[in-house]
């Protein structure tokens, strides 16, 4: 069974730093394009990047220039750089792709920013 499987998350200071990793487990026929969601408590899941199979990522305006999304292929893993965060930053953080010809979520992984 294909499975996403995030780790990473966790607390940290204001201006601090994290960094989240998403894997894809299983056997792999079709991966796409990966992303990294969020949601805070209230609020609506939002897309905060996106990447290509080809590399080519695109961002939220509310994290361009302090996150950076990766990805390496060989190891069917997407990564999301956190840098400068900000308290507005914490939430829920979950990764998403279309695997094998369906879209898959991972579990979630938690991301607090806070002094």
């Known amino acids: 069974q294909v499975q996403l499987v995030e780790s990473g998350g966790g607390l940290v200071q204001p201006g601090g730093s994290l960094r989240l990793s998403c894997a894809v487990s299983?056997?792999?026929?079709?991966?796409?394009?990966m992303s990294w969601y969020r949601q805070a408590p209230g609020k609506q899941r939002e897309l905060v990047a996106s990447?290509?199979?080809?590399?080519?990522?695109r961002y939220a305006d509310s994290v361009k220039g302090r996150f950076t999304i990766s990805r390496d292929n060989a190891k069917a893993t997407v990564y999301l750089q956190m840098s400068s965060l900000k308290p507005e930053d914490t939430a829920v953080y979950y990764c998403?792709?279309?695997?094998?010809?369906?879209?898959?979520w991972g579990q979630g992984t938690q991301v607090t920013v806070s002094s």
């Open positions: 299983g056997s792999i026929f079709s991966i796409n394009a």
């Open positions: 998403n792709s279309v695997v094998n010809w369906r879209d898959l």
């Open positions: 990447i290509t199979k080809d590399g080519y990522g």
